[in-house]
């Protein structure tokens, strides 16, 4: 069982990690926080439907199902969209310059 002060929050790559919360925050702030982060990760996965929707899938909807060269698009698109969404998220965090 986790201790008050304990909560969990997102990393970059997605994953879920375990943090003490800083010593000036007040729960309320920390729900804000985790909230903000909720609202970003809908915001993303928005995004991502969208755009690998836009590329990938013909408007013309001839069978009720994705065709292989759909699948394949997706599959590659989401892909791409993660890798470069964590190249980001690694690069703001570690307040370097970009290549």
């Not at 755009?51 to 069978?63: A, G, L, S, Y």
Request: include cysteine; charged fraction near 30%; charge should be negative.
């Amino acid at each position: 069982m986790c201790k008050e002060d304990d909560f969990q929050f997102f990393s970059a790559s997605g994953n879920i990690k375990m943090a003490s919360a800083p010593s000036g925050l007040d729960k309320d702030q920390i729900f804000g926080m985790a909230e903000q982060e909720m609202e970003y990760r809908v915001e993303l996965f928005n995004k991502l439907t969208k755009t690998c929707f836009d590329k990938c899938i013909e408007r013309r909807f001839k069978e009720s199902e994705l065709n292989m060269g759909e699948c394949s698009c997706v599959d590659r698109c989401v892909a791409k969209y993660w890798q470069v969404t964590s190249i980001v998220g690694q690069l703001l965090g570690s307040s370097r310059p970009p290549m």
